[in-house]
């Protein structure tokens, strides 16, 4: 049975940090990208930030660039999404997702979506 379990998040005011995780099993997280989601109150989905199966490749929306920090642990089959900087527009819930920048879109509300977490950030 594929699970992404996702733990993290909270509260925090602006120019705090948090950070997120997503334990996977059930499929073989090694092989596959993977993409941290994001959407926030009354809005649309946005893709924040994707990485390699290796983990050796990181790409980033240009709202979080240079605050978040994508990376797993393919030997704890987990991704996690450090959150710097926060910004009272960074709240939202947050979704991991088997996938690239393109491919995620796919697994929405499917087994390869994360429940998500919520981040909210105000003074």
């Known amino acids: 049975e594929v699970q992404l379990v996702q733990s993290g998040g909270g509260s925090a005011q602006p120019g705090e940090s948090l950070r997120l995780s997503c334990k996977a099993s059930g499929f073989v997280f090694k092989s596959w990208p993977m993409s941290w989601v994001r959407q926030a109150p009354g809005k649309g989905l946005e893709w924040v930030a994707d990485?390699?199966?290796?983990?050796?490749?990181?790409t980033y929306a240009d709202a979080v660039k240079g605050r978040f920090t994508i990376s797993r642990d393919n030997a704890m089959n987990t991704l996690y999404l450090q959150l710097k900087n926060l910004k009272p527009e960074d709240t939202a819930v947050y979704h991991c997702a088997k996938g690239d920048s393109r491919g995620w879109r796919d697994t929405v509300g499917g087994v390869f979506w994360g429940p998500g977490t919520q981040v909210a950030v105000s003074s």
């Open positions: 990485i390699s199966s290796g983990g050796g490749s990181t």
